[in-house]
């Protein structure tokens, strides 16, 4: 077991000597390798891709149809930048190859917050600790909605906006084009951007640089655009929220802090099909612990990731308050998609 240790130690010491002394070379192989995980995991989404929701209904459909203008078409009160973006590039190949164009954005988007939180710009943290979370990050079950798709491009956007705002200056000028581009893509790409803003006002009242105040400003055109869509749309359809403290704690309990460690199915077996008399007692106590380790963790953590754990918790609040109307046969679908 020492021996072990010992390998395995000097491997992760050997990976972070490539990582400082040939950064293009350490990119490339943390691409590579997250491109391997994640298509461990959905095989298919490369050797029989296929259109996952909105992907063919909306994004591709828009783009065979109407071209580049379907670009500005809200959907859902916003718009959807990156993913319709992704449909109409993917009108220059064969139809049947199209899902594998779309499917190629959303894994490209998907490894850009692990490229980033194990370049230099996060040299503050360990880097075993930074190698650990990224691989948390492509293998957390009960992730499948956001696991390599175009359409929900806007969720590893978002985390990669909210990664540059949080990290160290770049080594060389040339890659503030990288910050500008992400923050501005991040904010006008959906609503999300206008979440990253309190983070960008919190770091510049702190720091009182001006990278601070240009991540800030970049925000800003973007989160005006999709604010101003989301209240003048009426592509909107907001369901009954129904809010309660027996669904928090079911929310919290059961899809956030269970489901993230025992997967989709195991959590389906849950609710569908056996062990309802004793549920909800379950979530009540993965809510108490997981909750509690969060606690514990603010409590010990440094202050630029209390503002990730801001961000993520107005994710959370926000997605909760103002829920999407789901029809019938929507709901449906989505039931046999995950079993």
Not at 114 to 138: G, N, P, T
Request: aromatic share 12%.
């Amino acid at each position: 077991m020492r021996n072990r240790v010992g390998v395995l130690s000097e491997f992760l010491g050997n990976l972070e000597a490539t990582g400082c002394k040939f950064p293009a070379r350490f990119q490339l192989a943390a691409w590579l390798a997250s491109f391997a995980i994640l298509l461990s995991r959905r095989p298919d989404a490369i050797l029989n891709a296929q259109f996952w929701a909105e992907d063919g209904k909306f994004w591709f459909a828009d783009a065979y149809n109407i071209g580049i203008r379907s670009l500005w078409i809200p959907e859902a009160g916003y718009f959807h930048i990156f993913p319709r973006l992704a449909a109409y590039v993917a009108l220059a190949v064969p139809l049947d190859r199209a899902p594998l164009v779309m499917n190629l954005f959303g894994i490209a988007f998907q490894i850009l917050p692990v490229a980033l939180f194990l370049s230099r710009r996060f040299a503050s943290i360990s880097f075993r600790v930074r190698l650990l979370a990224s691989l948390l990050y492509l293998v957390v079950p009960n992730s499948f909605e956001i696991h390599v798709t175009a359409t929900n491009i806007q969720w590893h956007l978002a985390l990669s906006g909210c990664l540059l705002l949080l990290s160290l200056a770049a080594d060389h000028p040339r890659w503030n084009a990288l910050d500008i581009f992400v923050l501005a893509a991040a904010a006008i790409d959906s609503p999300l951007g206008a979440l990253l803003i309190p983070t960008a006002l919190v770091l510049w009242f702190v720091r009182r640089d001006s990278r601070s105040l240009y991540g800030l400003l970049f925000l800003i055109p973007g989160t005006i655009l999709q604010v101003s869509c989301a209240l003048l749309s009426n592509s909107r359809s907001v369901g009954p929220n129904g809010a309660s403290f027996r669904r928090l704690v079911s929310i919290l309990g059961g899809q956030v802090f269970l489901s993230s460690i025992l997967g989709v199915r195991t959590s389906v077996d849950f609710y569908f099909h056996r062990h309802l008399s004793y549920l909800f007692q379950l979530e009540c106590v993965a809510f108490i612990v997981g909750l509690g380790l969060v606690l514990f963790a603010v409590r010990n953590m440094p202050f630029d990731r209390r503002l990730f754990l801001l961000f993520s918790v107005l994710e959370l609040i926000v997605a909760m308050h103002r829920p999407l109307a789901a029809s019938a046969d929507q709901e449906h679908s989505a039931g046999l998609q995950v079993t």
